[in-house]
């Protein structure tokens, strides 16, 4: 049994700063729980992970390009091999800096990306494990990753299900930013519900920070296939874009299904919402904008 975290270490000034650790935290033990992994203090550990950044201060790059890796793992240790609940395990963290998620071209570090969407592939399925951070999650999607190389896509548009209901792309969870039936502007992502979509963390700041704007409608709710390219067809999708720890936000161009590719005017249309939320987090991050969210390993 085995599962994994993804957060940052970003420097801030003389600070350095971590992105709503206890989110990540609280996520860490309900995925424990899931996979019968023991319980831990959940506060000890972060004060634990804050002391060894600060150890490895001098890694975290000085940079808003790049940021120090850390990635806290809890691995079952029992010397037997066996399909029981874990005795032993060991609780550990590792740190390393990392610089942007996709390649860059030039110094383009907002680039977005092309979609594979094949409704043969899976990544979670409805009483699964697909809503927590398994290590499991992982190692299937890679082999998908390699065929949508082979098409010129930078990532996964997960389906799910006879309805082709749009999960999650890549390591990212999935949003689309688009006028409603009345004409208004909505936000809408993927519900939890489900038990397909991870709780990402950048997530739930994107909808904390729409919501909180108040200038439209923030929507958690199923979106199909057959109605997304609908509402293509009308002209009625503004943006699309995944959300995630590693690249932040990541817009999205097109998508290829079922061998037609597809045009998004996420770009075209400015990417206004995407560059905003990017900007927004990024500047909570570094301490250009003092937030709770970003919380100091001196703290």
């Known amino acids: 049994k085995q599962w994994y975290q993804r ?23 309900r995925t424990a729980e899931k996979l019968t992994l023991p319980d831990f203090n959940g506060e000890e550990f972060l004060k634990l992970i804050k002391e060894l950044i600060k150890l490895d201060a001098d890694w975290v790059p000085n940079s808003t390009e790049a940021s120090l890796y850390v990635r ?40 977005s990306v092309k979609l594979l969407a094949d ?3 899976v990544r979670a399925w409805e009483g699964g494990i697909g809503g927590y951070k398994a290590g499991g999650n992982y190692a299937p999607t890679l082999s998908i990753q390699k065929e949508a190389a082979t098409k010129n896509c930078s990532q996964v548009l997960w389906l799910y299900g006879p309805d082709h209901l749009l999960t999650e792309v890549g390591t ?28 990402g963390v950048t997530r739930q700041s994107v909808l904390d920070l729409a919501r909180s704007w108040g200038e439209f409608s923030v929507v ?15 002209g009625n999708i503004i943006e699309v874009f995944g959300t995630g720890t590693a690249c932040m936000i990541c817009p999205v161009h097109s998508i290829l299904f079922q061998d037609k590719e597809y045009d998004i005017p996420t770009m075209t249309n400015g990417a206004h919402l995407s560059k905003r939320l990017f900007t927004t987090m990024q500047d909570i991050q570094v301490g250009n904008i ?3 969210w970003a919380e100091s390993i001196y703290s």
Not at 10 to 18: C, F, L, R
Not at 172 to 199: C, W, Y
Request: aromatic share 10%; charged share 25%.
């Open 72 to 111: 806290p793992t809890f691995i079952s240790t029992d010397p037997m091999i066996g399909v029981r609940p874990p005795v032993n395990a060991r609780l550990y963290c590792i740190t390393c800096p990392v610089g942007p998620y996709y390649p860059q071209e030039g110094r383009e570090l907002f680039k």
């Open 172 to 199: 990212m969870n999935f949003f689309v930013f688009r006028k409603s039936a009345d004409g208004h502007q909505e936000l809408v992502t993927p519900p939890l519900s489900s038990g397909l979509i991870l709780p």
């Open 220 to 234: 958690e709710e199923n979106i199909t296939m057959a109605a997304f390219l609908k509402e293509l067809e009308k």
């Open 290 to 292: 003092e937030h709770e």
């Open 119 to 121: 409704p043969q592939f």
């Open 7 to 29: 957060r940052v270490a970003i420097t801030a000034g003389e600070d350095v700063k971590m992105f709503r650790p206890m989110l990540n935290m609280l996520r860490m033990k």
